[in-house]
């Protein structure tokens, strides 16, 4: 099995950023991607961004552009720089591997 932990969630106002990072625990991780999600308060959990073992990326159309995904396989961890942070980003953040559950997931607030 695959356990995730995120972190480098926080408080940033409009326009900033913020690198979160996702560390992976268990066998399985270079060939397998990984994904980040997100859950606002009262809204439906959405797919963020995905990374492929090859490096594949995708993105939802509200972050393409500012947040980039990336992974350190020697490092067993997946990475999101989200970049020009808007309010509407704001939610709980979630790293998946195909074989893990949920993990904690990581606050991100965007606000003045």
């Known amino acids: 099995q695959v356990q995730v932990v995120e972190s480098g969630g926080g408080l940033v106002q409009p326009g900033g950023s913020l690198r979160l990072s996702c560390a992976a625990s268990g066998s399985p991780f270079s060939t397998y991607s990984m994904t980040w999600y997100r859950q606002a308060p009262g809204k439906q959990r959405e797919l963020v961004a995905s990374?492929?073992?090859?490096?594949?990326?995708n993105y939802a159309d509200s972050v393409k552009g500012r947040f980039t995904i990336s992974r350190d396989n020697a490092k067993r961890t997946v990475y999101l720089q989200m970049n020009n942070l808007k309010a509407e980003d704001t939610a709980v953040y979630y790293c998946?591997?195909?074989?893990?559950?949920w993990g904690p997931g990581t606050q991100v607030t965007v606000s003045s």
């Open positions: 998946r591997h195909p074989l893990s559950s």
């Open positions: 990374i492929t073992y090859s490096n594949l990326t």
